[in-house]
């Protein structure tokens, strides 16, 4: 056994994880964050994979739940307005489950005091875009890579009438368990939901770490990469061929 659990992060522990998760939380949206219980908000910053989203949306729905998926449209691993990738999303949608915008202020190179004027213009911007491609109302967003700039330190409840997934008061009441890089940042996952000692629980996915079979993360990583290049060189034989074109290779 690694010390990174390269074991936890298959397709079939996750689907255990899911089921021992439903033992003692509720799976809740977070428009419900605010609601008494034991309930866990279950995310996924989608920051390399739709097509692993997809995935991990379609065991949920087999498990009966519902996450809530972040959706980055700055990802340099996938083009949010591209056919394949959109109807990834809508799929991700069709089994019930919700999407929020998954925020990078890099892009803008913004600092983590541009509240106001500077931040709020370019999240309204790109929850416009969200609403209008998938047709679904943006109430949530989650900040990537929140400790370049300190964006942890932006703890308003709602900005730009969205809810912050780091908020004070979801930083407050939910204890917050992260996969990031493809390891637990904080505590193995599968623990705190044996000890289920906890009394709300955030859980921060990344749908790239989570395969078929047992691998390191990079090699994650590169199944993406790999997998996405796989397909743009078939999309490319295949347009030729429909249009009755000479490949030439």
Known sequence: MS???FED????NY?????LCKKNYTFISY???LEHGKNVLWRHDVDFSVHRARRLAQIEFEENVRSTYFIHLHSEYYNVLEVD???????????GHFIGLHFDPQFYSLKNDSMGEGLIPYLELEKNILEKVFDRKIQVFSFHNPDVGNWLQVDDECVSGMINTYSRT??????YCSDSNGYWRFKRLENVLQEASEPNLQVLTHPVWWVPEIMSPRERVSRA?????????????????EMGRVNVK
Request: aromatic residues 16%; positive net charge.
């Open 15 to 19: 689907r255990f994880l899911i089921k």
């Open 9 to 12: 992060f298959t397709e079939d």
């Open 31 to 33: 428009e419900s964050y």
């Open 170 to 175: 979801i930083k407050n009441k939910y204890t």
């Open 85 to 95: 990738i959109a109807k990834c999303i809508n799929e991700i949608i069709g089994y």
């Open 3 to 5: 010390k990174y659990y």
């Open 225 to 241: 990469i790999d997998g996405r290049a796989r397909k743009q060189h078939e999309r490319y034989d295949t347009s030729l061929a």
